[in-house]
């Protein structure tokens, strides 16, 4: 079974900038999709950013122009440039890799304080 696993969150100051990385614990071939999602406290977990293999990204339109979604390799398939921080942006960031199954992260704490 294929782990994910985030890394590069952490406790900024607004206006900071972060970079996400997904590694998975064995290679993954045929992706077809990847995204980033997170959660904050008491609420649901929401889209961020998605990418068809191939394709264009699509944001939520909290991040559109903050954020970059990008594509790695079979080993770190996905990426997330995170820029302009806000405190809302504070949450638990996951990673996300689609072939013919879905592979899920365990998520990354991601602090933003005013």
């Known amino acids: 079974q294929v782990q994910l696993v985030e890394s590069g969150g952490g406790l900024v100051q607004a206006g900071e900038s972060l970079r996400l990385s997904c590694t998975a614990s064995?290679?993954?071939?045929?992706?077809?999709?990847v995204g980033w999602y997170r959660q904050a406290p008491g609420k649901q977990r929401e889209l961020v950013a998605t990418m068809i293999s191939g394709g264009r990204a699509n944001y939520a339109d909290s991040v559109k122009g903050r954020f970059t979604i990008s594509s790695g390799d079979a080993k770190n398939p996905v990426y997330l440039q995170m820029n302009s921080l806000k405190p809302e942006d504070t949450g638990v960031y996951y990673c996300y890799v689609s072939t013919y199954v879905s592979y899920w992260g365990q998520g990354t704490q991601v602090t933003v304080s005013s």
């Open positions: 064995e290679s993954i071939f045929s992706i077809n999709r």
